[in-house]
């Protein structure tokens, strides 16, 4: 099991998986009406000076989404609709897919530094 970490505020977010090829990013949550987990699309290296968009298309749900930079800190947080293209303000080492709503300030908040973490490792 993979959590996201909020290594500032000390607290575990999310329980997550992680989308670590082509296929798996481009599918990232597409056909699904329900989700237990969030997904973190891991950005090839070779797109981190990039601005890369997402879309929502075949989305069913609203979703949540977290933009992670290299330092491992988040820098945007936005809700987006099924249907819609998104386009980050910067480049990101990570993008966040999570469940609407799951964002709580008491969480997680702008520059907070993010980890991902096994269930197995201590913090």
Same mark, same amino acid.
């Given at each position: 099991?993979?959590?996201?970490?909020?290594?500032?505020?000390?607290?575990?977010?999310?329980?997550?998986?992680?989308?670590?090829?082509?296929?798996?990013?481009?599918?990232?949550?597409?056909?699904? #009406?329900?989700? $237990?987990?969030?997904?973190?699309?891991?950005?090839?290296?070779?797109?981190?000076?990039?601005?890369?968009?997402?879309?929502?298309?075949?989305?069913?749900?609203?979703?949540?989404?977290?933009?992670? $930079?290299?330092?491992?800190?988040?820098?945007?947080?936005?809700?987006?609709?099924?249907?819609?293209?998104?386009?980050?303000? #910067?480049?990101?080492?990570?993008?966040?897919?999570?469940?609407?709503?799951?964002?709580?300030?008491?969480?997680?908040?702008? $520059?907070?530094?993010?980890?991902? #973490?096994?269930?197995?490792?201590?913090?």
């Amino acid at each position: 099991m993979v959590i996201l970490f909020n290594k500032t505020k000390n607290k575990e977010i999310f329980e997550v998986e992680i989308a670590n090829s082509y296929f798996k990013r481009l599918k990232g949550l597409m056909f699904k #009406k329900n989700i $237990n987990k969030g997904l973190i699309l891991k950005v090839p290296k070779s797109r981190y000076s990039k601005r890369s968009s997402m879309h929502m298309f075949f989305m069913r749900i609203s979703l949540d989404v977290l933009f992670i $930079n290299e330092e491992n800190k988040v820098y945007e947080m936005v809700t987006l609709k099924p249907w819609k293209i998104y386009s980050p303000k #910067k480049p990101a080492k990570y993008v966040v897919e999570l469940k609407k709503d799951s964002i709580n300030t008491k969480n997680i908040e702008i $520059n907070d530094e993010i980890i991902i #973490k096994t269930l197995s490792e201590k913090y």
